[in-house]
């Protein structure tokens, strides 16, 4: 039950809503409770009319309740001789308890379920917000249909806990009060007997409920991996097909299935024992409570009569619900309680990338340098960066070139801070990159990635990620620098065209020159483009840098690529290999001095390229 500490900041929030519905359950079964002892009354009566008891067995039952009571208040009404009235009255008002029993049901649900659809939405948004906050690093350790899991399925379960669980639980301690309290009023040797089952009760509901709790842990792991499974699926559809596997995915996701019926199956066979146990338990409550009473009234035990066993199996029968319930409502507890466990995992991860506080806007006037920068992949122990040292100066365009892994993402990524260094330091103008504010460093750096990922929009809003309050001329703009422009107004709806998730109803280049369009309305100050032309041809992509050669004129920029561009002036090649920066110069500086560049300019010429 520890795991659903953290749900109390939501009670508390809510505390109004919750104390409203504390109320609304306590005064729905009050009124409930007076029931029994107005039907017992009519039963005496009828009876006494009968001459199957003493006629004043029901003066001597309204004698019985205590004068400052509710229902002797009520009964005080029947002082009639005719039989026909008082059963007429006892009706009417038994009526009129069910309808403000009722009104109070009513408006207990208002609350308190509403309440729980509150703490669902601030509960998903809470998480949502986290994970906002994780970096990178969390998302490769994690299968995005397991952080989708937790935010629907196990906040669902959750939503029970703070629901239905907790209206059922208040209920139970309501009915259970009032009944025990009238119960032992009544008549005390009855009463024990009527509760006697309890104490089996709870033992099984505590061996049951250990029992359950292991069990849906399992099931919401299994659940996870099912929804991972599927998830990756659907995203890799295109590639499952082309090679055929669909037969190999039907089978690796139906034995996935299978694991998670088999226990949930399971799951479900330990909670099914609880309602035939309740049943059990009820019903020989109810057997030995007719026959106990009925020996006392046989034997003219005084105070006993049959209006008296009338209450008290009405009053288990109003216990039979909420008890039964109780099963239900473990179970829903359990339930919420693994699945808030995996809910207080991933909000008790701390992000690696830690914000400065007060940090400062980044505003670079001099130059971005990189002093025996080092980095190892945590998750890989693979280096990436091995005690890098270079500096560009503000304007400056640099190509950094390398085989593929020889750590030139890696770069850009440590200059977004979408990892720390593990050693050396990254200055802008001489000033740590710790020094600034995340948000604000990110603001002023465009970055367009080779794996490009579109939304699930329109085209003019993916573009408008870049710079949400630009205006539709600076879209056009944009998009005709990035050499997309005229290729989106061909399509039927033009720039409000809806694209597919991830983009999928383009093509590679066209994703790639969006992401491009997006990263120029940004108007940063420094742009970085990842191999982001890999996707078009040479004729678009010869297109796009004469463009960009204007747009990068007073601009610093990063271009990591596999080859050079005939229309793009670099002031500076960075050559990379194994992390290391193994030559570095100026086009015609790497020319001279024979070494790689040569090789892979000349390679590059033989094909055309340059």
């Given at each position: 039950m520890k795991e659903l500490l953290p749900i109390n900041k939501y009670f508390w929030k809510y505390k109004w809503l919750l104390f409203l519905g504390i109320l609304f359950v306590i005064l729905t079964n009050y009124f409930r409770i007076l029931a029994p002892q107005i039907t017992g009354f009519v039963a005496n009566t009828v009876l006494g009319s009968l001459e199957i008891q003493h006629p004043k067995t029901a003066n001597q039952y309204l004698n019985s309740i205590n004068s400052d009571s509710t229902t002797a208040y009520l009964l005080s009404a029947f002082n009639t001789k005719s039989i026909k009235t008082?059963?007429?009255?006892?009706?009417?008002?038994?009526?009129?308890?069910?309808?403000?029993?009722g009104l109070f049901m009513f408006l207990m649900r208002q609350t308190i379920i509403v309440m729980s659809r509150h703490i669902e939405f601030d509960q998903k948004n809470e998480i949502y917000h986290h994970y906002q906050k994780l970096d990178i690093s969390f998302y490769k350790k994690n299968a995005i249909g397991d952080l989708m899991n937790r935010i629907s399925e196990d906040v669902s379960r959750v939503r029970m806990?703070?629901?239905?669980?907790?209206?059922?639980?208040i209920n139970l301690a309501a009915v259970i009060g009032f009944s025990i309290y009238f119960m032992f009023r009544s008549d005390v040797k009855l009463a024990l007997v009527a509760l006697s089952p309890l104490p089996i009760l709870a033992i099984t509901i505590y061996y049951v409920n250990s029992i359950i709790n292991k069990k849906s842990e399992y099931v919401q792991q299994e659940l996870s991996n099912l929804t991972s499974n599927a998830q990756e699926s659907y995203s890799?559809?295109?590639?499952?097909?082309?090679?055929?596997?669909?037969?190999?995915?039907?089978?690796?996701?139906?034995?996935?299935?299978?694991?998670?019926?088999?226990?949930?199956?399971?799951?479900?066979?330990?909670?099914?024992i609880y309602f035939p146990s309740m049943s059990l338990l009820i019903?020989?409550?109810?057997?030995?409570?007719?026959?106990?009473?009925?020996?006392?009234?046989?034997?003219?035990?005084?105070g006993a009569n049959i209006g008296k066993i009338t209450e008290f199996v009405l009053y288990i029968q109003m216990l039979t619900f909420p008890v039964s319930a109780i099963g239900w409502t473990a179970s829903i507890?359990?339930?919420?309680?693994?699945?808030?466990?995996?809910?207080?995992?991933?909000?008790?991860?701390?992000?690696?990338?830690?914000?400065?506080?007060?940090?400062?806007?980044?505003?670079?006037?001099?130059?971005i340098k990189f002093t025996e920068a080092s980095f190892t992949y945590s998750n890989t122990g693979i280096t990436a960066i091995d005690q890098v040292n270079f500096s560009i100066q503000k304007g400056e365009?640099?190509?950094?070139?390398?085989?593929?892994?020889?750590?030139?993402?890696?770069?850009?990524?440590l200059l977004l801070r979408m990892y720390d260094l593990n050693s050396g330091n990254i200055l802008f103008d001489d000033h740590d990159i710790h020094e600034f504010d995340i948000a604000k460093l990110r603001t002023s750096i465009s970055y367009v990635p080779q794996d490009v990922f579109l939304f699930s929009d329109t085209i003019a809003n993916n573009i408008l990620i870049g710079d949400e309050n630009a205006d539709i001329n600076r879209v056009y703009e944009a998009a005709k620098k990035a050499g997309i422009y005229d290729e989106i107004i061909q399509f039927p709806n033009g720039f409000e065209t809806l694209i597919g998730e991830r983009g999928i109803t383009l093509s590679g280049?066209?994703?790639?020159?969006?992401?491009?369009?997006?990263?120029?309305?940004?108007?940063?100050?420094?742009?970085i483009f990842d191999d982001c032309f890999s996707a078009v041809d040479s004729k678009t992509e010869d297109l796009i840098t004469t463009q960009l050669n204007t747009f990068l004129q007073h601009k610093t920029a990063i271009i990591i690529t596999h080859r050079l561009y005939a229309s793009l002036k670099f002031d500076k090649i960075i050559i990379m290999d194994k992390g290391k920066i193994?030559?570095?110069?100026?086009?015609?500086?790497?020319?001279?001095?024979?070494?790689?560049?040569?090789?892979?300019y000349t390679k590059q010429r033989s094909t055309n390229i340059l």
């Amino acid at each position: 039950m520890k795991e659903l500490l953290p749900i109390n900041k939501y009670f508390w929030k809510y505390k109004w809503l919750l104390f409203l519905g504390i109320l609304f359950v306590i005064l729905t079964n009050y009124f409930r409770i007076l029931a029994p002892q107005i039907t017992g009354f009519v039963a005496n009566t009828v009876l006494g009319s009968l001459e199957i008891q003493h006629p004043k067995t029901a003066n001597q039952y309204l004698n019985s309740i205590n004068s400052d009571s509710t229902t002797a208040y009520l009964l005080s009404a029947f002082n009639t001789k005719s039989i026909k009235t008082k059963v007429l009255y006892a009706g009417i008002i038994l009526f009129l308890l069910a309808i403000i029993s009722g009104l109070f049901m009513f408006l207990m649900r208002q609350t308190i379920i509403v309440m729980s659809r509150h703490i669902e939405f601030d509960q998903k948004n809470e998480i949502y917000h986290h994970y906002q906050k994780l970096d990178i690093s969390f998302y490769k350790k994690n299968a995005i249909g397991d952080l989708m899991n937790r935010i629907s399925e196990d906040v669902s379960r959750v939503r029970m806990y703070t629901g239905p669980a907790l209206m059922y639980f208040i209920n139970l301690a309501a009915v259970i009060g009032f009944s025990i309290y009238f119960m032992f009023r009544s008549d005390v040797k009855l009463a024990l007997v009527a509760l006697s089952p309890l104490p089996i009760l709870a033992i099984t509901i505590y061996y049951v409920n250990s029992i359950i709790n292991k069990k849906s842990e399992y099931v919401q792991q299994e659940l996870s991996n099912l929804t991972s499974n599927a998830q990756e699926s659907y995203s890799g559809i295109r590639v499952i097909k082309s090679y055929l596997q669909e037969k190999l995915m039907i089978s690796f996701f139906a034995k996935s299935s299978k694991k998670y019926q088999e226990n949930a199956l399971s799951l479900a066979k330990t909670e099914a024992i609880y309602f035939p146990s309740m049943s059990l338990l009820i019903g020989l409550s109810t057997l030995i409570t007719i026959m106990v009473g009925t020996l006392d009234v046989v034997n003219g035990k005084p105070g006993a009569n049959i209006g008296k066993i009338t209450e008290f199996v009405l009053y288990i029968q109003m216990l039979t619900f909420p008890v039964s319930a109780i099963g239900w409502t473990a179970s829903i507890i359990q339930r919420a309680s693994a699945s808030q466990k995996r809910i207080n995992k991933f909000l008790e991860t701390n992000p690696l990338i830690i914000n400065t506080n007060n940090g400062k806007p980044l505003k670079f006037d001099k130059d971005i340098k990189f002093t025996e920068a080092s980095f190892t992949y945590s998750n890989t122990g693979i280096t990436a960066i091995d005690q890098v040292n270079f500096s560009i100066q503000k304007g400056e365009k640099i190509a950094i070139i390398g085989k593929t892994g020889s750590g030139k993402t890696t770069l850009a990524l440590l200059l977004l801070r979408m990892y720390d260094l593990n050693s050396g330091n990254i200055l802008f103008d001489d000033h740590d990159i710790h020094e600034f504010d995340i948000a604000k460093l990110r603001t002023s750096i465009s970055y367009v990635p080779q794996d490009v990922f579109l939304f699930s929009d329109t085209i003019a809003n993916n573009i408008l990620i870049g710079d949400e309050n630009a205006d539709i001329n600076r879209v056009y703009e944009a998009a005709k620098k990035a050499g997309i422009y005229d290729e989106i107004i061909q399509f039927p709806n033009g720039f409000e065209t809806l694209i597919g998730e991830r983009g999928i109803t383009l093509s590679g280049g066209q994703k790639q020159r969006i992401s491009v369009a997006r990263a120029i309305i940004k108007n940063p100050d420094l742009i970085i483009f990842d191999d982001c032309f890999s996707a078009v041809d040479s004729k678009t992509e010869d297109l796009i840098t004469t463009q960009l050669n204007t747009f990068l004129q007073h601009k610093t920029a990063i271009i990591i690529t596999h080859r050079l561009y005939a229309s793009l002036k670099f002031d500076k090649i960075i050559i990379m290999d194994k992390g290391k920066i193994i030559e570095m110069g100026s086009h015609e500086e790497l020319l001279k001095n024979n070494k790689y560049y040569i090789e892979f300019y000349t390679k590059q010429r033989s094909t055309n390229i340059l």
